[in-house]
């Protein structure tokens, strides 16, 4: 079956910076558009990145994140990342991979919590 694992996640000063990875396995990686979704306490998840398959030359970002976070994929690691930088208090969330299909699977999610 698909196990997607994220990590990297943590405590980080405004400002600063995290890199977020999700390896997957179970599946043949490099097809699959891949996204990244956060929940804030009390807030509905909500969709962070998409990048396509394949090299990941196409990708998308929610405005609020626009200009500071890069989403990215190794394939011949099966693995997705999330750069952010300029960490704000409101980017503090669970932080999720999803396999882009409307059933696609999810990790487990990983903390990041963004706090002077």
């Known amino acids: 079956q698909v196990q997607l694992v994220e990590s990297g996640g943590g405590l980080v000063q405004p400002g600063g910076s995290l890199r977020l990875s999700c390896t997957a396995s179970?599946?043949?990686?490099?097809?699959?558009?891949m996204e990244w979704h956060r929940q804030a306490p009390g807030k509905q998840r909500e969709l962070v990145a998409v990048?396509?398959?394949?090299?990941?030359?196409?990708?998308k970002y929610a405005d609020s994140v626009k200009g500071r976070f890069t989403i990215s994929r190794d394939n011949a690691k099966d693995t997705l990342y999330l750069q952010m930088n300029s960490l704000k208090a409101e980017d503090t969330a669970i932080y999720y991979c999803k396999v882009g299909l409307p059933s696609g699977a999810w990790g487990q999610g990983t903390q990041v919590t963004v706090s002077s």
């Open positions: 990048i396509s398959g394949g090299s990941g030359g196409t990708t």
């Open positions: 179970g599946l043949t990686f490099s097809l699959y558009i």
